[in-house]
């Protein structure tokens, strides 16, 4: 028995914006309407269109900070 209601199911469809996540959203979650996931764990493979959506912003921040260090 799970002591947080399931009241996201009726509002995930039209959900901008998800604060915490469960396993069972990756099933029925429509992932175009999404702008922004917050979640409080290290891990975010699991999530849709999340993994490696950050490489070309971490590559972008060493070669600026290479940049930066040689001045």
Do not use: Q, R
């Not at 917050?38 to 070309?56: D, I, K, Q, R």
């Amino acid at each position: 028995m799970s002591s947080f209601p399931e009241i996201w199911k009726d509002h995930i469809t039209d959900a901008e914006v998800i604060a915490g996540w469960k396993a069972e959203m990756s099933v029925s979650i429509d992932v175009s309407d999404v702008k922004w996931i917050l979640t409080c764990s290290a891990g975010v493979n699991a999530f849709p269109l999340a993994n490696g959506v950050h490489a070309y912003l971490i590559s972008e921040t060493i070669f600026g900070l290479m940049l930066a260090l040689t001045k």
